[in-house]
């Protein structure tokens, strides 16, 4: 794997080099063994340009498509992607354009490809695409564009490519197109980070974010501190700017490390959290951002009110039981009536003396009240986190020793582990990721279950009586 990917970032490099202007479209990348104007390779290559924009165009995705035509030696096979936020109609235009740009930029080569900023071509007499560029024949090259950010290099570094990988996610598992965007908030410097990350439609999830990971981890590291960059691949792309450079609403959106006031409100919902492989931080070399002691922060908040939860779940089957027991010893016999005499002596069996409701709420004490025994706790958290002042619950004695925004942190993960739906909890590793990584915005918390509702018994008398 390691002689896989120097072999990619040599590859990279190379093309980088041979790069044209960087704010200049369109970037052709020329392979050799030419063909003539008039041979049978130019035919066949005129007969898939002729079918190709059109299939891409109106293909189930809209933007992609692949042909071929020949035979033997003479045979072309050619693949064209659109960039995914592009109509039919600009994608037909594209690629049509790109077939005619081709052959003359790449003097009649039978291998080469073309970029431009919503589609990219390429054409081969070897099968294009085959087991998914897995050879690196797709890899055109990655570029920089500058200037450098000057201020908080590490961190921007950092969000680039905490990023790229959320944005990288949604391509993968949340979009047919296999195509998404993205943006970060950062600082005053750059403002907001933009980015796209794509794959060719026809890849599985799991194929097209292996696709992206392995581009990503392999050439993170040649973006550093630029504040734009994208790197060039047929299978799989991406590329940031911090211009808005794709059309629509971001999909994805992160929140900046460097919040200008500690927000208590709940933070907005946004798509799948993300774990950035990592492989991926590893080749950005030596950036390290600001971390904090997790271990202390944790026993200090949120086990406390993870252990009340457990006890108060325990604390709830409990009660549930008492009362069972309660009411199954104070539920009468079955009485067969005959007169109104013995009608009068069932109804006093039914009435419960008051030493034995004393008994079961424990001397009436405040802690069995609907709504403050059992899951009091946690309701408590979730009433103040509702009205805005969660803060009042943290335990004077702490004296400010731990930012505010990290207890925030650790309360709205704490509530978010114990929401009513399981599927919408977090997972252990998810928790860990979240702890750790500022850089990732969390859904907002829904209310917790176990918490106290009215309920309405629905009862039903009957009278059974005997003859004979």
Known sequence: MGHHHLLTVIAAAIAMALLPG??????????????RANSRYRENLNLVAATLPGNASTSTSKIFATASAGAGRDRVWAAGLCRGDVNGT??????????????????Y??????????????????????????????LSGYVAFPPNVTANQAQFNLAVAALINATADHAALNST??????????????????????????????QCRSCLARIISANIAGFENAVSGRLLWLSCNFRYDNKPFFNGPAMVRLASPFPATPAPAPAPAVQPTVQPPP????????????KYSVPVLVPAVLLPVLAALNLAICLCFWRRRQRR??????????????????????????????????????????????????????????????????????????N???????????????????????????????????????????????????????RVANTIDSTVSLQG
């Open 22 to 35: 960087a704010a200049s479209y369109p970037w052709p990348f020329c392979g050799t063994d030419n063909f």
């Open 279 to 290: 492989s991926v931080l590893a080749g950005v070399g030596d950036l390290k951002g600001r």
């Open 90 to 107: 600009n994608c037909f235009a594209c690629l049509t354009q790109a077939f005619h740009d081709l052959p003359n930029d790449c003097s």
């Open 109 to 138: 080569n039978k291998d080469a490809t073309i970029y431009y900023d919503p589609c990219v071509l390429r054409y081969s007499r070897i099968r294009v695409l085959s087991a998914l560029d897995t050879d690196n024949s797709g």
């Open 400 to 454: 400010g020793g731990f930012p505010e925004d990290d207890m925030l942190r650790c309360i709205h993960i704490g509530l978010l582990s114990v929401q009513e739906d399981p599927a919408a909890r977090p997972v252990m590793s998810s928790v860990v990721m979240m702890l750790g990584n500022e850089t990732v915005a969390f859904q907002a918390p829904s209310k917790p279950a176990f918490v106290a509702r009215k």
């Open 325 to 398: 027991s309660i009411a199954e010893a104070k539920k009468p016999y079955p009485k067969y009536s005959t007169d109104e005499a013995e009608d009068g002596e069932m109804v006093d069996s039914m009435m419960i003396d008051i030493s034995a409701l004393r008994a079961a709420t424990g001397d009436f004490d405040d802690s069995n009240k609907i709504g403050e025994g059992g899951f009091g706790v946690v309701y408590k958290v979730w009433e103040h986190w509702e009205a805005g002042k969660v803060m009042e619950l943290v335990d004077p004695s702490m």
């Open 177 to 206: 197109r296999r195509f998404a965007t993205g943006e970060a908030a950062f600082d005053e410097e750059v403002p907001t980070v933009y980015a796209v990350a794509q794959c060719t439609p026809d890849q599985t999830p799991a």
